[in-house]
């Protein structure tokens, strides 16, 4: 009776031998896709921080009186070789308040166009007001 019993597991065993190749075979694009889309969404995040960082530096720059030449500068620099894309730069003042809005278009890698436009509004209080 036992020896039955065990010959029929085993045969069960053989009759779905290769079912865990053929699922991981169909989930693998799936857990391919998610991975890629986490890792985009992390460097989309960390170019928003960049974008923010820069964004707060200009304000200061340009609330402390300095040139907006100089701030351009800066911003460049900031960005460094490593990121080539261009960032639009605008400037909005008040009585005592400098504001500066970056824009910066963002491309997932192996994807064409530009799919998301980063933009950061940092402002800064006028110094000596």
Do not use: H
Not at 37 to 42: E, I, K, M, P, S
Not at 84 to 107: D, G, H, K, Y
């Amino acid at each position: 009776m036992v020896m039955l019993q065990r010959r029929i597991s085993f045969s069960r065993f053989k009759s779905q031998q290769g079912s865990v190749t053929a699922e991981l075979a169909m989930a693998l694009p799936a857990v391919s896709l998610v991975i890629a889309v986490t890792l985009g969404a992390f460097a989309l995040q960390i170019e928003r921080m960049k974008l923010v960082d820069v964004a707060a530096m200009a304000a200061r720059a340009i609330a402390r009186g300095e040139a907006e030449d100089e701030v351009r500068r800066l911003i460049s620099e900031s960005v460094g070789s490593a990121s080539p894309r261009e960032i639009e730069f605008e400037l909005e003042t008040s009585e005592n308040l400098t504001c500066v809005i970056l824009a910066q278009s963002f491309e997932l890698p192996g994807l064409t166009g530009q799919l998301f436009e980063l933009v950061e509004n940092q402002c800064a209080r006028k110094m000596g007001l």
